[in-house]
C-alpha cells in the first residue's frame, strides 16, 4: 500500500517561515513526480508547487512563487516544502500528492496537514 504522510503544519504569524515534510513509503521514489497542494476553507484544491523525478525541475502556483521551496531527497523518500514568508491567505490543509507519470494527473495522496498563519 502507498503511503504519504505529511508534517511539520502548525500554527506560524504572518511573515514566518515552516517546513513541511512528506515521507513516501510504498513506491518507487525516485519514480515519480511529487506535488504540494492545499485546500482552503471556502476554496477548491489548487496546487502549490511540483518538483520532476530527479528535482531538476521545479513548478509554483503565483500566489507562492518567490516565497515558497519545494525540494526532494531520494535517497530518504521525502520531499519537502519550505514556506517562507508565509501570509494569512496561505492557511489551508497542505497535502502531498504522487504523479506515477502517465497521464500526468496525481495519483496517491497523504491525508494532509493543517497551516495556520495568524496575523
Known amino acids: 500500500q502507498v503511503q504519504l504522510v505529511e508534517s511539520g503544519g502548525g500554527l506560524v504569524q504572518a511573515g514566518g517561515s515552516l517546513r513541511l515534510s512528506c515521507a513516501a513509503s510504498g513506491l518507487t521514489f525516485s519514480s515519480y513526480r511529487m506535488g504540494w497542494f492545499r485546500q482552503a476553507p471556502g476554496k477548491e484544491r489548487a496546487l502549490v508547487a511540483a518538483?520532476?523525478?530527479?528535482?531538476?525541475?521545479?513548478g509554483y502556483a503565483d500566489s507562492v512563487k518567490g516565497r515558497f521551496t519545494i525540494s526532494r531527497d531520494n535517497a530518504k523518500n521525502m520531499v519537502y516544502l519550505q514556506m517562507n514568508n508565509v501570509k494569512p491567505e496561505d492557511t489551508a490543509v497542505y497535502y502531498c500528492a504522487a504523479d506515477m507519470g502517465w497521464d500526468g494527473e496525481f495519483d496517491y495522496w497523504g491525508q494532509g496537514t493543517q497551516v495556520t498563519v495568524s496575523s
Open positions: 518538483i520532476s523525478r530527479s528535482g531538476g525541475s521545479t
